[in-house]
């Protein structure tokens, strides 16, 4: 949340944008256009330490995100997502996006050869 603050302020969108902290939509009260949504990749359950529920999720919080994100739009809207393929399909934004209606496009796909982890990333844009 607070690196998302820090770009706002580099990139100078700060009129564009707002940050919120909850679970989900919970805080949110006005319909949306575009939802910026990095989800937790690596399909386990997160472990005691908080910051694992970054990183591990069985898919429960991807599929209930797609679902409630719908009614949340002023009619149409979009959801960029990022995805590391190496986490396989639990939690892929492409595969579920489908299921719950979305048009689902890839837009920018890497392979990143360098660091902890290698492999296949993804920039998906999913439209309602």
Do not use: C
Request: no cysteine; glycine share 8%.
């Amino acid at each position: 949340v607070e690196n998302t603050r820090e770009n706002i302020e580099r990139f100078n969108v700060s009129k564009l944008s707002i940050v919120l902290q909850g679970d989900l939509f919970e805080k949110i009260d006005e319909r949306l256009d575009f939802v910026v949504f990095n989800h937790p990749f690596f399909p386990d359950h997160p472990r005691e330490e908080h910051v694992s529920m970054a990183f591990l999720d069985s898919g429960e919080l991807l599929q209930r995100f797609l679902g409630e994100a719908k009614s949340y739009f002023r009619g149409s809207g979009r959801i960029v997502m990022p995805y590391f393929h190496l986490a396989g399909p639990v939690n892929d934004p492409k595969k579920h996006g489908l299921k719950y209606g979305y048009k689902t496009h890839e837009r920018f796909r890497t392979h990143v050869t360098s660091g902890l982890q290698k492999g296949i990333v993804s920039i998906y844009e999913l439209e309602w």
